[in-house]
Antibody, heavy 126, light 112 residues
Framework: QVQLQESGPGLVKPSETLSLTCAVS?????????WGWIRQTPGKGLEWLGG???????YYNPSLKSRVAISVDTSKNQLTLKLSSVTAADTAVYYC???????????????????WGQGTLVTVSS | QSALTQPASVSGSPGQSITISCTGT?????????VSWYQQHPGKAPKLMIY???NRPSGVSNRFSGSKSGNTASLTISGLQAEDEADYYC????????????FGGGTKLTVL
């Protein structure tokens, strides 16, 4: 059974960097699949932040511009999210998820999210 | 404002059928068969219910079905049960910019 578990600080100060880890069990990241981060706020619903393939190929939400970075550590079977220069608007529940995809014409078509972590609430406040 | 448009709420009585719509554009819902639907109960993570427009993952009840016509996808739940009361979100691949994934704003299903 594939399981994902997010972890990290629940409180981050404005202008600092939010850093979360997603530990994956029951499946080796190196075996394939895309892996992504999604957040949920009361006002904006679900928002795709970005994702990464085990090879390191990444896709990011352009609305986050250069603030977001996602990496994968295959030796620890985990992925990491870093979001810099946070503001109150970044307060949300953050989820990691496995992403079903299809590769064709040089593009990963991200099709669905089949396994999710339980989510972790991150509050941005001084 | 979400990229995909869903009704804010729908309701139905036990045993009835309901349909939730998800409207996008030719860059997402209309252009690809990569629409998925998620069920979310309060305080829980979303759960995949339908993928690739109309496919059910193993373990999902056959009371849940998906379809698509043009730029609008639909989730139908037949034989409504109390446990179906939840929020439902649609999602689609998008070729718009480098976003790749868009979500709907969510629909609150109330079982009367």
């Amino acid at each position: 059974q594939v399981q994902l578990q997010e972890s990290g600080p629940g409180l981050v100060k404005p202008s600092e960097t939010l850093s979360l880890t997603c530990a994956v069990s029951g499946y080796s990241i190196s075996s394939g699949y895309y892996w992504g981060w999604i957040r949920q706020t009361p006002g904006k619903g679900l928002e795709w932040l970005g994702g990464i393939y085990h090879s390191g190929s990444t896709y990011y939400n352009p609305s986050l511009k250069s603030r977001v970075a996602i990496s994968v550590d295959t030796s620890k079977n985990q992925l990491t999210l870093k979001l810099s220069s946070v503001t109150a608007a970044d307060t949300a529940v953050y989820y990691c998820a496995r992403v079903g995809s299809y590769y064709g014409s040089g593009t990963y078509y991200l099709r669905y999210f089949d396994y999710w972590g339980q989510g972790t609430l991150v509050t941005v406040s001084s | 404002q979400s990229a995909l448009t869903q009704p804010a709420s729908v309701s139905g009585s036990p045993g009835q059928s309901i349909t939730i719509s998800c409207t996008g554009t030719s860059s997402d819902v209309g252009g690809y068969n990569y629409v998925s639907w998620y069920q979310q109960h309060p305080g829980k993570a979303p759960k995949l219910m339908i993928y690739d427009v109309s496919n059910r993952p193993s373990g999902v009840s056959n009371r849940f079905s998906g379809s698509k016509s043009g730029n609008t996808a639909s989730l139908t739940i037949s034989g409504l049960q109390a446990e179906d009361e939840a929020d439902y979100y649609c999602s689609s691949y998008t070729s718009s910019s480098t976003l790749h994934v868009v979500f709907g704003g969510g629909t609150k299903l109330t079982v009367l």
